[in-house]
C-alpha cells in the first residue's frame, strides 16, 4: 500500500503506473503522512472506488466514503489510514467539467473525469452530421486543459462521406486531429491506443449509442464495458453506460468510458469557445468594429465569409448560443457570489 513519505518511494513505480506525476508529488508533500494515495476509477452513491496499483485488475482497489468530498474519476485522493473516507482531493491538472442542473441558485457541476491528457469526442461516421454537439464537445473538452480529438467511428457501416468530410472540416479549423475508425473491425485503433503512451489518460466523450464502450472495450482488450444495442428508428443508444469508469491500456494509459450525456451544458468557460470557433475569431480580427457582434454591422468580415459559403449562418449562431450561455453562467455566478457574502456577512453581525 502507497504512503505519502519515505514509503511513498518504494511505491512510487506503482503510483506512476497510474498516472502519477511531480504536480501530485509536491501536493501530495502537505498532506498528513499516515495516509494512503491512490486513483478514483470509479463513484456510486457516495462511495469511491480507488486503485492503489495498475498491475491489479480489481483486487487493488479499495471502497471508501467521499461524502462531502468533490471528487470524480480520475482524481487522486488521499484516504484516511483506516481506508474509510476520502481525505482530500489533490489538485487536478486538467477536469471536464459540465452544469449539471440549469437551476440558477443551486446549480452544480459534475466533474466527468479529472486529470486526463486527451478527450476522444466520440461520434458515429454514419449519422447525420452532428456538428453542433460536436461545437459544444469541444468547447467542453478544450476549457478542460487536455487536448480534443475528433474520433469518428463506426466507419465499418458508413457510407457518408460528406458528414465524414464535414465533421474532418471542424477538427481542421481548430486544429485537432480527427481520427476515422470502427470498434468493430479494429481499424484505426492502435493510432487511437498512441494516446495513452506513457501512462496518460484518455477521456471518452459522446452521445450514448455512438460506440464509445465498444471502443473502450476493443482498446483494453476485453468486454469489461457493458455495450447495448441502439434503438432501430433513430440509432440513438440506451444510455448503457451508467457511469465513468476508469480502465486500463495494454501499453499503461487510462481510458475512462463515460455514459452518454443528453444536456451537456457549459459550465465555467476558459477560451474553449475561442478555441472551438478558431475559424470565427481569427476573421473577426477584420472586422471594423473591434466589438462587432457579426449581425448588421458595415464591413464586417464574418458576414463576408458567410455570404461567400466559407462558414455557415449555423456555425455562427452556435456560437452565439454558446457566448450567451456562457455570458449567462458568469451573471448567475456573481449573484451566487453576492448571495454568499450577504450570508457571510450576516453571520458575522
Ligand atoms: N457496426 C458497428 N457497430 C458498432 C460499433 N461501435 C459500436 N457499435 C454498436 O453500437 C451500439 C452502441 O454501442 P456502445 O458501445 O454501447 O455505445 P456507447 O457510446 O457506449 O453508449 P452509452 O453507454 O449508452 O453511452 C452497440 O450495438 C454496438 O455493438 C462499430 O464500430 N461498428
Ligand atoms: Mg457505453
Ligand atoms: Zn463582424
Redesign the pocket.
Known amino acids: 500500500m502507497a504512503c505519502v513519505g519515505s514509503v511513498i518511494d518504494d511505491m512510487r513505480h506503482n503510483l506512476l503506473a497510474l498516472g502519477w506525476n511531480q504536480s501530485f508529488e509536491d501536493a501530495a508533500q502537505v498532506i498528513d503522512s499516515s495516509c494512503v494515495i491512490g486513483r478514483v476509477s470509479r463513484l456510486d452513491r457516495g462511495w469511491s472506488t480507488i486503485k492503489m496499483s495498475a498491475s491489479s485488475q480489481d483486487d487493488g482497489n479499495i471502497r471508501v466514503r467521499n461524502i462531502g468530498a468533490d471528487v470524480a474519476v480520475g482524481d487522486w485522493v488521499a484516504v484516511d489510514k483506516d481506508l474509510e473516507r476520502v481525505e482530500e482531493v489533490l489538485p487536478r491538472y486538467s477536469a471536464l467539467i459540465r452544469r449539471a442542473s440549469s437551476d440558477a441558485v443551486r446549480a452544480e457541476h459534475h466533474a466527468v473525469a479529472a486529470n486526463i491528457d486527451t478527450v476522444f469526442i466520440?461520434h458515429a461516421a454514419t449519422n447525420e452530421s452532428n456538428q453542433r454537439r460536436v461545437e459544444r464537445e469541444l468547447v467542453l473538452a478544450f476549457d478542460s486543459r487536455a487536448t480534443p480529438v475528433l474520433v469518428l467511428?463506426?466507419?465499418?457501416?458508413s457510407d457518408a462521406p460528406e458528414h465524414i468530410a464535414a465533421l474532418r472540416d471542424v477538427a481542421r479549423v481548430c486544429g485537432i486531429s480527427c481520427h476515422i475508425v470502427?470498434?468493430?473491425?479494429g481499424e484505426g485503433l492502435d493510432e487511437l491506443a498512441r494516446y495513452g503512451e506513457n501512462h496518460r489518460s484518455v477521456a471518452v466523450l459522446?452521445?450514448?449509442?455512438?460506440?464509445?464502450?465498444?471502443?473502450v472495450n476493443r482498446l483494453v482488450g476485453g468486454t469489461s464495458?457493458?455495450?447495448?444495442?441502439?434503438r432501430q428508428g433513430d440509432q440513438r443508444?440506451?444510455?448503457?453506460?451508467v457511469a465513468a469508469d476508469l480502465v486500463a491500456l495494454p501499453n499503461g494509459g487510462w481510458l475512462i468510458?463515460t455514459?452518454?450525456l443528453r444536456a451537456l451544458n457549459l459550465w465555467t468557460s476558459g477560451h474553449g469557445i475561442e478555441r472551438a470557433f478558431a475559424d470565427i475569431f481569427s476573421l473577426a480580427e477584420d472586422c471594423k468594429f473591434r466589438d462587432c457582434k457579426h449581425q448588421d454591422e458595415p464591413s464586417c468580415a464574418v458576414r463576408v465569409a458567410i455570404e461567400r459559403q466559407e462558414i455557415s449562418i449555423e456555425r455562427l449562431e452556435s456560437m452565439g448560443r454558446l457566448v450567451a450561455e456562457e455570458l449567462a453562467l458568469e451573471d448567475e455566478q456573481k449573484v451566487r457570489v453576492r448571495m454568499s457574502n450577504r450570508k457571510g456577512s450576516r453571520k458575522l453581525n
Open positions: 466520440v467511428t463506426k466507419n465499418d457501416l470502427s470498434g468493430l473491425t459522446g452521445a450514448s449509442g455512438v460506440g464509445k464502450s465498444t471502443l464495458q457493458p455495450v447495448g444495442e441502439v443508444g440506451r444510455h448503457t453506460t468510458d455514459p452518454g
